[in-house]
């Protein structure tokens, strides 16, 4: 029995990931973190937008990148942390796609080590905008987050439980054509040492001698 990783746990795994980052990748950019209803008006905003509707028309407003803006310390952090967990868990989902594929081949022996430190990171930052973000808003804010908000802090969640599977080492069965059998050299050297065919011989005249004593008889 070969301790090997078990194909279901990588499999599962990876779908867990593959969620994880689409998750990710939508919540972190949509304007729904948060909202409020002031009479016919409401407001809401994430990440990257701030949005309005106000008589029926809804104006956004987008939020640019941590390094073009003279925002507040908290937002930039969390938008750092959500392209970093962006970049970090999509390398990840490549290694491992690419594990699955061509799990025999010499340079993929790596793969699942480096794919759940990818995911484990990538969850934890993603922990990180949640919490960040959370704890330095206003209360206003705090106590009207909407589902773009858990979404997010779902994907997180995912990460670390798919890592946690690609953690997992589980006996599973040795593949016979990966690892074959050694030959015994003995056993080799028996079976090219086989008898070869030997020519027929015809058994001496002893061996009858009834047809001898006919012989005989003719003189």
């Not at 867990?16 to 939508?26: I, K, P």
């Not at 942390?81 to 868990?89: E, R």
């Given at each position: 029995m070969e301790r090997r990783k078990h194909k279901g746990l990588a499999v599962v795994g990876?779908?867990?990931?593959?969620?994880?980052?689409?998750?990710?990748?939508?919540a972190s950019y949509l304007p729904y973190w948060y909202g409020q209803s002031v009479g016919d008006d409401s407001y809401y905003g994430g990440l990257w937008q701030i949005c309005s509707k106000r008589s029926g028309k809804v104006t956004c407003t987008?939020?640019?990148?941590?390094?073009?803006?003279?925002?507040?310390w908290y937002v930039r952090t969390c938008q750092g942390?959500?392209?970093?967990?962006?970049?970090?868990?999509f390398i990840g989902?490549?290694?491992?796609?690419?594990?699955l594929c061509k799990g025999k081949e010499p340079g993929c022996t790596s793969a699942?080590?480096?794919?759940?430190?990818?995911?484990?990171?990538g969850g934890l930052m993603i922990f990180g905008v949640t919490g960040v973000w959370?704890?330095?808003?206003?209360e206003l804010i705090k106590e009207n987050k909407m589902f773009a908000y858990w979404i997010e802090w779902s994907a997180g969640v995912l990460f670390i439980v798919s890592a946690i599977l690609l953690a997992i080492r589980k006996y599973a069965p040795s593949d016979p054509y990966r690892n074959p059998a050694p030959v015994?050299?003995?056993?080799?050297?028996?079976?090219?040492?086989?008898p070869a065919a030997q020519p027929y011989m015809p058994p001496p005249v002893q061996a009858y001698p009834y047809m001898a004593n006919q012989g005989?008889?003719?003189?």
């Open positions: 990876f779908l867990f990931s593959l969620t994880a980052f689409v998750a990710h990748g939508l987008k939020i640019t990148s941590p390094w073009e803006d003279d925002k507040k942390l959500a392209m970093g967990a962006s970049l970090l868990t989902v490549i290694i491992l796609i690419v594990k699942y080590p480096v794919s759940r430190v990818l995911f484990f990171i959370s704890a330095y808003q206003i015994n050299p003995t056993t080799q050297i028996h079976l090219n040492m086989a005989f008889a003719r003189y």
